[in-house]
């Protein structure tokens, strides 16, 4: 191995530490509690050396919601491989996003509340977010007949988020997610 693949190993094992920490601090205590001051405290390197890797805060939470999208992907394609008909895989689908959403609160936020310069739905969307949306639209393409796809995603996408929300908030019923779903999808399956 070179210095330089060495080099190159040793700042990715660098970046990664600085965004699983970030995660690791925002899941524990909110991200007001993630500074790039307690940052460095907790991964023992300087602030500048978070420099190097991002240009601040907006950069490194962003760096985690593109994991999370990594990660929501993954869960939405696990709980479509289980198969069944295409109802079924919808439900499996949304209640995937919302057991995400509730598992990782933190990512979730920085996936979808605080503000972030990634592009949805343009040219340069990260490849994460994209097969996020895809796995959602992959679902829904399967009761869509000859509705547009992407319409119906959207409103899946926005529903499931509203969702999250106003059950974080405690404005909707808890404990009903299941009866949610079923709605929602039904009305989608007409």
Same mark, same amino acid.
């Given at each position: 191995?070179?210095?330089?693949?060495?080099?190159?190993?040793?700042?990715a094992a660098r970046r990664?530490?600085?965004?699983?920490?970030?995660?690791?601090?925002?899941?524990?205590?909110?991200?007001?509690?993630?500074? *790039?001051?307690?940052?460095?405290?907790?991964?023992?390197?300087?602030?500048?050396?978070?420099?190097?890797?991002?240009?601040?805060?907006?950069?490194?939470?962003?760096?985690?919601?593109?994991?999370?999208?990594?990660?929501?992907?993954?869960?939405?394609? *696990?709980?479509?491989?289980? /198969? /069944?008909?295409?109802?079924?895989?919808?439900?499996? *689908?949304?209640?995937?996003?919302?057991?995400?959403?509730?598992?990782?609160?933190?990512?979730?936020?920085?996936?979808?509340?605080?503000?972030?310069?990634?592009?949805?739905?343009?040219?340069?969307? !990260?490849?994460?977010?994209?097969?996020?949306?895809?796995?959602?639209?992959?679902?829904?393409?399967?009761?869509?007949?000859? @509705?547009?796809?992407?319409?119906?995603?959207?409103?899946?996408?926005?529903?499931l988020h509203g969702l999250?929300?106003? /059950? @974080?908030? /405690?404005?909707?019923? !808890?404990?009903?997610?299941?009866?949610?779903?079923?709605?929602?999808?039904?009305?989608?399956?007409?």
């Amino acid at each position: 191995m070179t210095i330089e693949d060495r080099r190159a190993r040793e700042r990715a094992a660098r970046r990664q530490l600085i965004v699983s920490t970030a995660r690791s601090l925002a899941e524990a205590e909110g991200w007001d509690a993630v500074t *790039t001051r307690r940052l460095s405290q907790e991964i023992e390197y300087s602030q500048p050396v978070l420099y190097k890797h991002f240009q601040g805060m907006d950069q490194i939470a962003e760096a985690v919601a593109i994991d999370g999208f990594g990660e929501l992907a993954e869960d939405i394609g *696990t709980a479509r491989a289980v /198969g /069944g008909d295409a109802r079924d895989v919808l439900i499996r *689908t949304a209640q995937a996003y919302l057991d995400f959403a509730r598992r990782h609160p933190s990512v979730y936020d920085a996936m979808f509340t605080r503000a972030t310069s990634l592009d949805f739905a343009a040219d340069d969307t !990260p490849p994460a977010l994209q097969s996020a949306f895809n796995a959602l639209r992959d679902a829904v393409a399967a009761v869509a007949d000859d @509705r547009d796809v992407d319409d119906l995603t959207e409103v899946l996408w926005a529903t499931l988020h509203g969702l999250v929300a106003l /059950g @974080r908030t /405690g404005r909707i019923r !808890p404990d009903r997610d299941r009866q949610r779903i079923v709605v929602l999808v039904d009305q989608m399956c007409r």
